[in-house]
């Protein structure tokens, strides 16, 4: 089992920066990735930024030189940079871990982000 707690989101106003916390606990093995994944009202749930076990990172198009995603591993938790916001990055962000050889498939309970002045 594996649980994933986000933290960080919140209002800010656009141009502004917030930065988005992932909380891993329990066991899993093998390769992974963890990833944002963001979803607006009235839209499907997309990839933000995904970073791997061996630290290569991929970022969407839309938050290119805007995000940034690392990882501490002595805290098990991933971060996301958010800076320069814009509105249309209002959305729920979700933090998913995905380990293939141990079957996990794991999502966090979200975290609103509201960007509006």
């Known amino acids: 089992q594996v649980q994933l707690v986000e933290s960080g989101g919140g209002l800010v106003q656009p141009g502004g920066s917030l930065r988005l916390s992932c909380a891993a606990s329990g066991s899993w093995y093998g390769i992974y990735v963890t990833g944002w994944y963001r979803q607006a009202p009235g839209k499907q749930r997309e990839l933000v930024a995904a970073i791997t076990s061996g630290g290569r990172t991929n970022y969407a198009n839309f938050v290119k030189g805007r995000f940034t995603i690392s990882r501490d591993n002595a805290k098990n938790t991933v971060y996301l940079q958010m800076n320069s916001l814009k509105p249309e990055d209002t959305a729920a962000y979700y933090c998913?871990?995905?380990?293939?050889?141990?079957?996990?498939?794991?999502w966090g309970q979200g975290t609103q982000v509201t960007v509006s002045s």
């Open positions: 998913n871990l995905a380990a293939v050889q141990a079957a996990i498939n794991a």
